[in-house]
């Protein structure tokens, strides 16, 4: 468990479950990545739940310390890119919570464990019109390497962003047991 001044950050639990499906359902909380209905919600996080317990620094709930309330999450599930199963860093807040440095603040907390966990490149794909996340990016050290039509559709332009972490090294590749979950 992870605590900054504002937030914890911890590996989800299935008591977390009712909250995320309540998230993965919302429009504005999947904004830039498409909504779920509730049965692809409830695979998702049982695939939160896989990955977090082979990686840690997976994506993982960000709770408000004053509330107790989960209002995001933040770290790496895997995307294929340039024929690689990579690991892919990323962070997502509910409305209420943007705009308060929280998603820098539970970011750069999780990123310290990848930094003592692992040495190699991380990822970051994101939208060229979501100026909020680049921002986020670049405050916790990622930088644009290069803009591609996601899955080869001009429709869909994504901006590719690398970080090293810890000494640097080869793309950080998907645990072995990716391929099961
Ligand atoms: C992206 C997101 C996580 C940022 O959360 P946040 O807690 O508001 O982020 P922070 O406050 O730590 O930092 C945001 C930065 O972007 C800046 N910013 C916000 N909106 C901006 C805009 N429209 N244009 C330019 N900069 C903007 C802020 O000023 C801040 O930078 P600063 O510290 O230099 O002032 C949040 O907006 C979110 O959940 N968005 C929807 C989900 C999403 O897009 N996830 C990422 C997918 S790649």
């Known amino acids: 468990m992870i605590e900054t001044d504002r937030l914890i950050i911890r590996p989800p639990v299935e008591d977390d479950r009712a909250r995320f499906i309540e998230l993965f359902t919302n429009d504005a ?8 209905d509730v049965e692809s919600a409830n695979s998702r996080f049982d695939h939160m739940l896989h990955m977090a317990a082979v990686v840690p620094y997976a994506k993982q709930p960000v709770i408000e310390q004053s509330s107790g309330t989960i209002v995001g999450y933040t770290g790496v599930d895997v995307v294929r890119f340039d024929g690689i199963n990579r690991l892919e860093w990323g962070w997502r807040l509910v409305t209420e919570a943007r705009g308060q440095g929280l998603a820098t603040e539970a970011v750069s907390a999780l990123l310290a464990v990848a930094d003592e966990s692992d040495d190699g490149e991380m990822l970051c794909l994101i939208n060229p019109d979501n100026q909020a996340s680049r921002r986020v ?43 099961e979950s």
Do not use: N, Q
């Not at 909380?29 to 779920?36: A, C, I, P, R």
């Not at 332009?157 to 047991?177: E, K, N, Q, V, W």
């Open 29 to 36: 909380f999947t904004v830039y990545s498409g909504v779920h």
């Open 137 to 179: 990016a670049e405050k916790v050290g990622f930088h644009w390497l290069r803009r591609i039509d996601w899955m080869g559709d001009p429709a869909d332009p994504t901006d590719i962003l690398i970080r090293p972490i810890g000494s640097g090294g080869p793309p950080l590749r998907a645990p072995s047991s990716w391929l």
